[in-house]
């Protein structure tokens, strides 16, 4: 189907915009107006209708078949999904610290693959707010973990809430990687949960360098909670399916982006 066909019968024009979709994963505004020879406002009408009858999903300046916001899933079930990318990811993540002497690791099962990798060979602190990794840490060679106290998440099995933050407030670290659900251009960095939200800043602000370790299913998401702009992140690693015009993105806006 062309734009020289006739799009103003509204039943051909939302079975062109669905196919099209469909086709190509994502669609803009202003590509669907040149497409089908209608007004943008049409097109927002059109995007609306189809997204309430569960056929597509409204995005910024768009429209995508995948849905853009992230869900606060079980830590459990969330370590299933891409197993084999957070394993490449962690490996290549372990590279960055070098002979820093304190790394904040966050809560989040690719930042937890991390520590499956993690065998220094000189004396490093762990800061974390997460169950997981300080059990996995706490009797390694070579590793002191400082355990951040709070409320358990019983969905990430990590802390939260006002001691987690107040402890923060005294340290200092080198390096900090942290999970998220969402990499969105436009919105940065986020998490699906607010109640982690303000310690995952409180990590940020503390630490000197940021990594962000997140496979390719994170991009072009949004969570809930929104950790840090795009501007404030130094490294992020992801897997080889993460799409292009992302890497140049963020490598335009600085960021120093790992494939592994």
């Not at 969905?155 to 200092?172: C, D, H, R």
């Not at 795009?230 to 399916?241: L, M, P, R």
Request: glycine share 8%; aromatic share 4%; hydrophobic share 40%.
């Amino acid at each position: 189907m062309s734009a020289t066909m006739d799009m103003k019968n509204i039943t051909d024009r939302h079975g062109f915009i669905i196919n099209h979709i469909n086709t190509h994963g994502r669609a803009t505004i202003n590509e669907l107006t040149e497409l089908t020879d209608v007004s943008g406002v049409t097109i927002r009408k059109d995007l609306k209708v189809l997204e309430e009858k569960g056929l597509l999903y409204i995005t910024r300046g768009g429209a995508s078949i995948n849905n853009p916001y992230s869900s606060d899933r079980p830590i459990q079930e969330k370590a299933t999904i891409n197993a084999d990318q957070k394993n490449n990811i962690a490996r290549a993540a372990v590279k960055l610290i070098g002979s820093n002497d304190s790394i904040i690791i966050g809560s989040g099962t690719t930042a937890y693959c991390i520590t499956q990798h993690l065998h220094p060979s000189t004396p490093l602190t762990v800061i974390t707010p997460a169950i997981k990794v300080s059990l996995e840490l706490c009797d390694r060679p070579n590793i002191e973990v400082l355990q951040l106290g709070g409320v358990i998440r019983k969905n990430s099995s990590s802390v939260a809430g006002f001691y987690a933050e107040y402890i923060l407030e005294s340290l200092s670290s080198a390096l900090i990687f942290i999970g998220v659900d969402g990499i969105d251009l436009n919105f940065g960095f986020s998490i699906s949960n607010l109640t982690e939200a303000n310690i995952n800043q409180k990590m940020i602000n503390t630490s000197q360098i940021v990594v962000i370790v997140a496979d390719s299913t994170k991009f072009g998401k949004r969570g809930i909670g929104k950790i840090c702009n795009i501007e404030d992140v130094d490294y992020v690693i992801t897997d080889n399916k993460v799409p292009k015009e992302y890497v140049s993105a963020l490598e335009e806006a600085g960021i120093q982006v790992i494939i592994a």
